[in-house]
């Protein structure tokens, strides 16, 4: 497994930018798939956006498209989340997590499929 540290989370203003960081310890980062999960009050987890282990593919939910980045510096064995023009909508939990195998564009967006998470870091923004 591998261990997972997010950070960057805080209190926003609609339209504001933010930008999570995932830090992930061990020499094999660049065999995990990586993904952002969320979890707002009273919510279920849900899938934000991930990327597959060589960088190739990117996915992302709908709410999210045009507005959120996922990348990875395997240099750094880190996971980003950019984030513009934020919403109070996106006021969550967010959660880094890994996988190791083979996805595809669907099943990316299986939370059951991560075997790794980390502690989350807190997003609201408000209106």
């Known amino acids: 497994q591998v261990q997972l540290v997010e950070s960057g989370g805080g209190k926003v203003q609609a339209g504001d930018s933010l930008r999570l960081s995932c830090a992930a310890s061990?020499?094999?980062?660049?065999?995990?798939?990586m993904a952002w999960f969320r979890q707002a009050p009273g919510k279920e987890r849900e899938f934000v956006a991930g990327?597959?282990?060589?960088?190739?593919?990117?996915q992302y939910r709908d709410s999210v498209k045009g507005r959120f980045t996922v990348s990875r510096d395997d240099a750094k064995t880190t996971l980003y989340l950019h984030m513009n023009m934020l919403e109070p909508e996106d006021t969550a939990v967010y959660y880094c997590?890994?996988?190791?195998?083979?996805?595809?564009?669907?099943?990316?967006?299986?939370?059951?499929?991560?075997?790794?998470w980390g502690q989350g870091t807190q997003v609201s923004v408000s209106s």
């Open positions: 990327v597959t282990w060589r960088g190739e593919r990117t």
């Open positions: 997590a890994a996988n190791q195998g083979a996805l595809t564009a669907q099943s990316m967006r299986h939370m059951k499929l991560y075997t790794s």
């Open positions: 061990g020499r094999t980062f660049t065999t995990w798939n």
